[in-house]
């Protein structure tokens, strides 16, 4: 039967306007069950304790429970590789932070590509590590810490939570852009390396603004600056490395990614209210009890950091030879 020229027109147009009314349906009918928030790391750490902040908000305002799932291993890799392989509906999430782009050129063999197949979802919180040395080094600032260091090359030992890590890459991004000779020594985690350094048997450390601050505070171990492009609210005094090296920068970041293929429309709401939280006076001042601040981005320019970090820290770790262990 052929049917009159106006009616087909007007079913076509209801057959191509499907697709864009079952996306908005999708959106907003989204979550309709418990969403897993994946992280690599163990409980406790920064970007655990932000997500959890963050998933508290997302459960209370999307009307189901947003649970941050840690699965530890292989420097973050186990968890990514979950993420990965998940279904691509917004059920399976995963918490993104600078392992992630460091792994990418860290381990020579990956299950996956990160910036590939993760979608970057939004920005959450960003946080400087601070220069920290033992109070036995003769030094009370950036230029001073150099110039004792170039006077005892090889002699200085500069600790890490690991090798490959964000503290340890902190650390030979200064070395390889301030042209001194420190030792690396890793250790295993944010605390022994801490410990070393009060104790004497490490010199200076890259370490996190949570793990260091309480120890500068008490004055157990002395700071030298914070390595983000901006003063820390935490510590308004304390200068930052790039005021004496021009374009050193290091920061620790935090947000969250979905598997590739996930909907738009669902990435889009994520965004809108993680974005929402972070505009929230009690969330920002959780923050900042963290020595964090709020990194609100679109999913694009949250992408653009991931790819930027990936290309920069794939150039250090190449340069300077190193290899998961």
């Keep these: ?6 009616q087909f027109l007007h079913l076509a147009a209801g057959a191509a306007a499907l697709p864009a009314v079952s996306r908005i349906a999708r959106a907003q009918t989204y979550p309709a069950r418990p969403v897993r928030w994946i992280t690599g790391f163990s409980p406790g750490g920064v970007g655990d304790i932000i997500a959890r902040l963050m998933a ?5 305002r999307l009307g189901q429970q947003f649970v941050v799932e840690n699965q530890p291993g292989a420097g973050g890799n186990i968890a990514t590789e979950a993420v990965v392989r998940a279904s691509a509906d917004g059920y399976t999430l995963l918490l993104v932070v600078p392992p992630n782009a460091i792994n990418a050129t860290l381990y020579d063999k990956l299950n996956f590509n990160f910036v590939r197949d993760i979608a970057p979802v939004a920005g959450i919180a960003s946080q400087p590590h601070i220069v920290v040395i033992n109070l036995a080094v ?8 150099i110039a004792y260091a170039k006077a005892n090359p090889g002699k200085i030992s500069m600790a890490s939570g690991g090798n490959g890590t964000t503290s340890h890459l902190a650390g030979e991004l200064f070395k390889s852009m301030t042209g001194t000779d420190l030792v690396h020594v890793p250790y295993r985690g944010e605390a022994g390396a801490l410990t070393e350094l009060i104790g004497g048997r490490a010199q200076i450390y890259f370490g996190s603004a949570t793990a260091s601050l309480e120890h500068v505070r008490t004055r157990k171990l002395r700071s030298l600056a914070v390595t983000t492009t901006t003063r820390s609210k935490a510590l308004p005094d304390l200068s930052t490395v790039g005021e004496f090296l021009p374009g050193y920068e290091v920061s620790n970041w935090i947000g969250m990614g979905a598997p590739k293929d996930t909907p738009a429309e669902i990435i889009d709401r994520l965004n809108k209210e993680i974005n929402a939280g972070l505009a929230d006076t009690k969330m920002t001042a959780q923050f900042a009890d963290l020595g964090s601040s709020v990194l609100s981005s679109s999913s694009a320019e949250f992408g653009q950091l991931i790819t930027h970090e990936t290309h920069k820290w794939g150039k250090v770790i190449r340069a300077a030879g190193i290899k998961a262990q």
Excluded at 56 to 60: N, P, T
Excluded at 138 to 145: D, G, I
């Design 56 to 60: 508290q908000w997302l459960s209370e």
């Design 138 to 145: 003769p030094a009370e600032s950036v230029p001073e810490f």
């Design 1 to 6: 039967m052929k049917l009159p020229r106006r």
